[in-house]
């Protein structure tokens, strides 16, 4: 499989976080992770590495709904400002607990790839490759 440039794991659970990135690192899906626990840090995080994106070596951001300050929503919201370069390489997928409809609704709303309910699995991470990266794990 063809490893993706870099991951942004955007969750106010470090642990959170911190165990995505173990999974994450030991399915081999990319070459570089980070990891932001508002969305003010991630936003910032993506200015700086998405620059160095490209479609052939894309970004891949599980982004949580619910956090203080700015949340996944206002993230999206702020993220549709940076430069249309900037976006063409990363796909956000929203990774969240909730179930509260209206916060499903606005979610389907946004301009995102998904939504995948936490926690994230092989299972879950191979679909997402799948459908947006037309890649998937070997003997998957």
């Known amino acids: 499989m063809i490893k993706l440039s870099s991951v942004l794991l955007v969750d106010d659970?470090?642990?959170?976080?911190?165990?995505?990135?173990?999974?994450?690192?030991?399915?081999?899906?990319?070459?570089?992770?980070f990891a932001a626990t508002?969305?003010?840090a991630a936003l910032a995080t993506l200015e700086d590495i998405a620059a160095d994106a490209q479609p052939s070596s894309p970004v891949?951001?599980?982004?949580?709904?619910?956090?203080?300050?700015?949340?996944?929503m206002a993230f999206v919201e702020a993220y549709q400002r940076l430069p249309e370069n900037h976006q063409q390489?990363?796909?956000?997928?929203?990774?969240?607990?909730?179930?509260n409809s209206a916060d499903l609704g606005r979610i389907e709303a946004l301009p995102i790839?998904?939504?995948?309910?936490?926690?994230?699995?092989?299972?879950?991470?191979?679909?997402?490759?799948?459908?947006?990266?037309?890649?998937?794990?070997?003997?998957?």
Not at 18 to 26: G, S, T, V
Not at 89 to 99: F, G, L
């Open 60 to 72: 891949l951001v599980p982004l949580d709904v619910k956090m203080p300050g700015m949340d996944g």
């Open 13 to 33: 659970a470090a642990a959170t976080n911190d165990l995505n990135e173990r999974l994450l690192k030991q399915l081999g899906l990319a070459d570089r992770y």
């Open 113 to 140: 790839a998904g939504l995948v309910s936490k926690p994230l699995t092989k299972e879950k991470v191979d679909t997402i490759l799948k459908l947006h990266y037309q890649r998937q794990f070997p003997g998957a």
């Open 38 to 40: 508002d969305g003010v």
């Open 89 to 99: 390489s990363v796909v956000i997928v929203m990774h969240t607990a909730t179930r």
